[in-house]
């Protein structure tokens, strides 16, 4: 009854603010983001007791992320219990963690405080399945970190997974087949049992979720929350078996604490403040949503001691350019080892990312989306009055070409501010002069200084009509072209291969085509398409190729027409599904 009546009083005055007082809510409300708008960069950090196996069981290399070893593996609770005892993270140092995040340009920190195993970086009292009580190391690893954080005004946020969690009784587990982790001769047996288990395979696992969450991960969240100094973001995921009304009571929690940002993977409807794809970039971003690329530098998010597949850092300074430039921010990934060692090649990369941001770092921090949907030469980021260009390819001409159609006052090299280059103006485009030889080896940023809001092409397909060979009653094809990558459309049922065409209206020069596709690269959708224009009244190919399932940006030779036409068949014997068909303008 008392829990009532407070729950109620808050509710009260919660409807007092939002009634008497609408204007200073909004402005809270994004004063709140802007720190985070501004930032762009932060470091995920993934660690915990998988460091211990980091991907090997029974001597087997174990396939797919380190941290689901237990899952993937089917580890029993009892036996991946006793890593805990290996656990002692010695080498340990928050304060050089905090500093390399920094060098790097990073301006948050997000690490995980209880990954789907269960166990906690913390001292929980709620459970002895903690950092603190079951490993020799006996101490909570989260407080110095945090405390590194607000000494050298990094942001912190905690990773807490509410809904798996494959210890303690009632948690939820993704169902994986055995088959897939490595081969135990009782993978058979042990997938019927999942499979009639609801992902759970160890008799401890099973109890109910809704005393799971009433005893455990609400009372955990409530402890990050509280003991910390303030968290500045709380990152939910996987959000299995979460309905709203187990959503619900997260939400209670957390709206005692109006700062705190929180993302898209509670469950139950909530929206969150943030999307978050994983492991790629969107095609098109987020119009309308904040959102936040998290992304791995391996192939892994803990530490397995055998994966070296490492991204260049050209290639992640590349993909930081181009989240950027569609409003998005980057959450980059290291995977501490059971010592507490980052891997060196992490460092490394993050050491050449920081030296890339200490000369460039203004055309990414406090910047706003491109306002061109497609250049052919790179991505471009705004700031009020400036367009930063990041130029990937160095035009051989010399002559950087930008359908902008202000009045432009003076472009130069970030690197060198107070030498102009030499602009052409023409009514729809203008042309910057640039030297022979880019200045960076990886990424250049040539400034332009202009006039007004800027003023640039529509995206030949936004808001036009198509005929389609067919579409599902769910999903209309006026979602393709409306701007919003999470609408679809899809042919009816059993149309295996469909084909939409497309009236631009007038005769444009197309050198690009762009998709958004709803799935996530480890979905392994592969779709096939061939993209046709009309010439003299006959349908002519332009590109045939294949997607991954999680986007798709191609360029190609430009051709000049009105109608379009695209053919594509869907992935292993299903109906094709895209979220937005884009055309761009060839430069």
């Known amino acids: 009854m008392k829990k009532r009546m407070i729950f109620l009083g808050i509710v009260s005055i919660l409807m007092f603010i939002s009634c008497s007082s609408p204007s200073k809510k909004e402005s809270v409300s994004e004063n709140r983001l802007q720190w985070w708008d501004d930032a762009k960069f932060g470091l995920f950090i993934h660690w915990g007791v998988y460091a211990v196996p980091a991907g090997t069981y029974q001597g087997n290399e174990i396939p797919f992320i380190g941290e689901w070893i237990m899952n993937i593996a089917k580890i029993p609770v009892v036996e991946y219990k ?13 304060v050089s963690w905090v500093k390399m995040a920094k060098d790097a340009g990073m301006k948050y920190i997000v690490i995980t405080s209880k990954h789907h195993d269960g166990f906690a970086l913390f001292d929980s009292k709620v459970t002895d399945w903690d950092v603190v009580d079951a490993s020799p190391y006996g101490k909570d690893l989260l407080r110095p970190l945090a405390e590194a954080c607000k000494k050298e005004d990094i ?6 997974s509410q809904a798996q969690d494959w210890n303690h009784p009632g948690g939820a587990a993704s169902r994986k087949l055995m088959k897939d982790g490595w081969p135990n001769p009782d993978a058979d047996k042990i997938d019927a049992y999942t499979e009639s288990h609801d992902g759970h395979w160890d008799p401890l696992q099973e109890g109910s979720m809704d005393e799971y969450i009433e005893k455990i991960a609400v009372p955990q969240v409530k402890e990050i929350l509280a003991n910390y100094g303030g968290l500045d973001i709380l990152w939910w995921d996987t959000p299995k078996n979460m309905t709203p009304e187990r959503a619900a009571k997260f939400s209670t929690v957390i709206a005692g604490y109006p700062n705190l940002i929180t993302n898209n993977r509670l469950g139950g409807g909530v929206s969150g403040d943030t999307e978050t794809p994983e492991q790629f970039i969107p095609a098109t971003g987020y119009p309308g949503r904040r959102w936040e690329v998290c992304m791995t530098m391996n192939d892994t998010w803990g530490y397995k001691s055998w994966d070296h597949n490492w991204k260049s850092t050209k290639d992640l300074i590349l993909k930081l350019s181009d989240i950027v430039s569609k409003g998005g921010n980057f959450l980059l990934n290291v995977g501490p080892t059971d010592e507490g060692l980052i891997p060196q090649p992490s460092i490394e990369r993050l050491q050449q990312i920081g030296e890339w941001m ?10 706003k989306a491109s306002p061109f949907a497609y250049l052919p030469w790179g991505k471009t980021t705004l700031k009020e009055g400036k367009l930063y260009l990041h130029v990937i390819s160095w035009p051989e001409d010399g002559i950087l070409k930008l359908p902008l159609m202000n ?3 003076k472009a130069y090299l970030l690197t060198s501010p107070k030498s102009k280059l030499k602009i052409n103006q023409f009514s729809d485009k203008l042309e910057i002069l640039v030297p022979e030889k880019a200045p960076d080896d990886i990424l250049s940023i040539v400034v332009l200084e202009f006039n007004g809001e800027p003023r640039v092409h529509p995206i ?10 067919s579409v599902d009653s769910s999903a209309s094809a006026a979602n393709l072209f409306d701007g919003d990558p999470k609408s679809k459309w899809k042919p009816a049922p059993g149309e295996l291969t469909s084909w939409i065409e497309i009236d631009i209206e007038e005769e444009i020069s197309i050198g690009n085509i762009t998709l958004v596709e709803p799935w996530h690269p480890w979905n392994n959708k592969v779709q096939e398409f061939t993209l046709q224009y009309k010439k003299d009244n006959n349908w002519v190919d332009v590109i045939s190729d294949k997607t991954t399932g999680s986007g798709y940006s191609k360029d190609f030779n430009s ?3 009105r109608y379009f036409k695209f053919i594509i068949t869907g992935p292993d014997s299903e109906v094709p599904v895209l979220n937005e068909l884009v055309l761009n303008r060839a430069l």
């Open 82 to 94: 006793k890593f805990a005892g290996q656990y002692n993270p010695i080498k340990y140092d928050p």
């Open 155 to 160: 942001k912190i946020g905690f990773y807490y």
């Open 358 to 367: 200490k000369v460039n770092g203004e055309a990414i921090y406090g910047t």
């Open 407 to 409: 009045k432009a006052k």
């Open 460 to 469: 030949p397909t936004a808001g036009k009509t198509a005929k389609v060979s």
């Open 559 to 561: 051709v000049t027409g």
